[in-house]
């Protein structure tokens, strides 16, 4: 590496009769002023300090920059053609039950949407008896125009548990595809794909056509979702993962979903208008650069030091070159020696060891319980107080808070880290839905419906926000870059058993009504214990490259305080932001 102004690289190359190596790559902090040189004999009276990881890479070309920025706003543009999608779902807002109104001479009632789900079948009956009909609903929805009310009820519940399998098919492939081709090219392509189908939704001629162009999607989707969390987390300095993590919170997609739902008051505009909205985060993607730590592990180092290079000139850094012996030896420091022969990883190496198999059943039980959360909230949302509509847009602005808190526990404490997140953030979820047990229990709705609904919108953002994050982190930060891809499309998958559970328990509601909120309190309480009880701390531990440094990534009190403490006493002098 060649540097001005500030740093300059030295390389002592040593040759063999076979073959070459370098044995350091030592950055040398010049005094200002100074001019810069590429000999060893430049500077005389500075100390070198040798480069052991990208992190360190990342922050001399600045830890949390113009890209970092431009990469964060957008995945996050890129939420809300998603969010919007996934609210406006046939078993969500897509789902929402009409009053019907007959006015016929001797034939007039009011059928609500709490009566037809007490008793479709009547409902069916009814409706279909009367010939001048009118309905009251909080926009027209897919129930309304396909009338399901005439539909068995265990159909869009089997066709709602059909779907995650889909999506398992998609997290099955992602994890391979983005550790084989790479991050960029998978996440335009999956969100591509998924604008595709939010259009195509739009214009859907029947429900059936609905069902497949939604299977497609739901294929897509983990392709994107895998790929762009690993681009995203490997492409800055580890201590602002969180921040980056935060880029695909659905909170200002939702509260745009709920808002256009409203505006637009039919399921096919809303959806034709978001996805339009969707398509510059699209073109935007096309100015991403390729992960460094992928290029690195793939042996391709001119294509990681163009990459560093890049993200450099984007951050304006100016007087800094990496070449492809810098990433070389990044690569030695990683693992000693460079690999002659590329292994080949599986699912199976999530499980190479103790450590890694507790932290991997730790992750999918915790998994399950955020998409059965999540899952009962949408799926139920006609249950809760207030406007559908306006509701999902108040899930997405209760959200919005949450990334500030956690950035802020992140910097400003010395002992709040992953592991108290995790645990803290599970057991506040499990109280929320354990009291919403209750008060569903109690049955009065006049008395306790809108404390219930306070309860279960407390639970649900906490759980798909701060819990998410925790989640998603502990998954890239305890696992290995071999196997990280993997890793996170795996335990999207396993997560999606919690999909299929969730619509079958608010079928069951018509036979027991609290089942929804009994399933999401336990499953909360069970991860919770899990984190607890297996968990490590990963706060401010750099990202481990291969199973090896997995397994032997043991941090003692000790170290863990040094490295809080150093850090804490370099937040007066950090660069700033962008």
């Not at 040759?15 to 005094?31: A, R």
């Not at 291969?546 to 990534?553: G, Q």
Request: aromatic share 14%; glycine share 6%; charged share 15%.
């Amino acid at each position: 590496m060649i540097a001005t102004g500030s740093a300059w690289a030295i390389f002592k190359p040593e040759m063999s009769d076979t073959s070459s190596s370098i044995e350091e790559v030592l950055i040398v902090d010049s005094t200002e002023g100074s001019s810069a040189s590429s000999t060893a004999g430049a500077s005389s009276d500075v100390a070198p300090v040798e480069y052991r990881n990208l992190d360190q890479v990342f922050k001399a070309i600045k830890s949390y920059g113009r890209y970092q920025l431009f990469i964060f706003l957008t995945v996050q543009w890129a939420c809300f053609p998603m969010a919007a999608n996934s609210a406006a779902g046939f078993f969500s807002l897509g789902g929402l039950k009409p009053d019907y109104h007959c006015h016929d001479q001797n034939n007039i009632f009011t059928i609500t949407a709490d009566e037809i789900s007490t008793n479709s079948t009547q409902a069916c009956f009814m409706v279909k008896s009367c010939s001048n009909l009118t309905t009251t609903n909080a926009w027209y929805s897919m129930y309304e125009e396909y009338e399901w009310v005439c539909a068995p009820d265990y159909v869009r519940s089997s066709v709602a548990s059909f779907l995650p399998f889909a999506t398992m098919i998609g997290y099955s492939i992602a994890g391979h595809f983005s550790d084989y081709f790479g991050r960029k090219w998978l996440v335009i392509a999956g969100f591509g794909i998924n604008l595709f189908c939010g259009f195509a939704q739009s214009f859907t001629p029947s429900w059936e056509f609905y069902i497949a162009i939604t299977v497609l999607s739901s294929i897509a989707g983990p392709v994107y979702f895998g790929s762009s969390f690993a681009l995203m987390v490997e492409s800055v300095n580890s201590k602002y993962r969180m921040i980056q993590g935060f880029a695909f919170q659905w909170s200002v997609g939702y509260i745009l979903a709920g808002i256009s739902a409203y505006l637009t008051g039919n399921w096919r505009t809303h959806l034709l208008v978001m996805n339009c909205v969707g398509v510059p985060a699209l073109i935007a993607m096309f100015f991403l650069q390729e992960s460094p730590r992928f290029l690195i592990q793939r042996g391709k180092y001119a294509k990681a030091a163009a990459s560093i290079n890049r993200i450099a000139r984007f951050n304006n850094i100016k007087g800094m070159y990496f070449d492809a012996r810098d990433m070389m030896q990044l690569q030695i420091q990683n693992n000693a020696a460079i690999p002659k022969k590329k292994k080949h990883y599986t699912v199976v190496h999530l499980f190479a060891n103790k450590k890694l198999t507790l932290y991997a059943i730790s992750q999918i039980l915790c998994g399950i319980a955020m998409n059965i959360i999540g899952s009962v909230m949408f799926y139920n949302i006609q249950d809760l107080s207030g406007n559908p509509l306006m509701n999902v847009s108040l899930m997405g602005a209760l959200r919005l808070w949450t990334p500030f808190a956690a950035v802020l526990l992140e910097n400003g404490s010395t002992r709040f880290g992953r592991k108290t997140l995790m645990v803290s953030t599970q057991t506040f979820v499990c109280i929320c839905f354990t009291a919403m047990f209750f008060v569903d229990l109690i049955n009065n709705r006049e008395l306790f419906h809108v404390a219930g609904t306070a309860l279960a919108l407390a639970g649900y953002v906490v759980e798909s926000s701060l819990v998410w994050i925790a989640y998603k982190l502990y998954t890239t930060e305890l696992f290995p870059t071999v196997i990280r891809a993997i890793a996170l499309s795996t335990f999207s998958t396993t997560s999606l058993l919690g999909s299929v559970l969730a619509p079958q328990m608010i079928y069951l509601k018509k036979y027991w009504h609290p089942l929804p909120y009994c399933g999401a309190a336990i499953t909360a309480a069970l991860a919770a214990l899990m984190a607890a009880l297996f968990l490590p701390e990963t706060k401010f531990v750099a990202l481990p490259d291969t199973i090896h440094e997995a397994k032997n990534k043991t941090v003692s009190q000790a170290t863990k305080n040094k490295l809080l403490i150093t850090d804490s006493n370099k937040k007066s002098s950090e660069e700033p932001l962008i």
